[in-house]
């Protein structure tokens, strides 16, 4: 069993910043391939970024592009979405996850409980 934790996130101001972290442990976590997830109230949930086991390979969702990074230690078993340029268009439940496949395209087996994000303009 794989157990994400995330933290990180907060209330910012438009154009302001946020790093959102995401520890895992236990099963070979280090192994799985991860990303971020957004929800917001209505809307289904978005892959953002995704990164492979290595942290060579990256995804990015349109609306997140030259804003967001993302990136993994393997040897802290801890992802991280480093977030810039924030708006209001990027408020939500900010989810980590992780799985077998790549998580931009698969279903991942995993899921952390979620951080809040809140941009005000």
């Known amino acids: 069993q794989v157990k994400l934790v995330e933290s990180g996130g907060g209330s910012v101001q438009a154009g302001g910043s946020l790093r959102l972290s995401c520890t895992s442990s236990?099963?070979?976590?280090?192994?799985?391939?991860k990303g971020w997830f957004r929800q917001v109230p209505g809307k289904s949930r978005e892959c953002v970024a995704g990164i492979n086991i290595e942290g060579g390979g990256r995804f990015y969702a349109d609306s997140v592009k030259r804003r967001f990074t993302i990136s993994r230690d393997n040897a802290k078993n801890t992802v991280y979405l480093q977030m810039n340029n924030l708006s209001s268009e990027d408020t939500g439940m900010y989810y980590c996850a992780a799985g077998l496949r790549p998580v931009s395209s698969n279903d991942p087996q995993y899921w952390g409980q979620g951080t809040q994000v809140t941009v005000s303009s």
């Open positions: 236990g099963d070979d976590s280090s192994g799985l391939y």
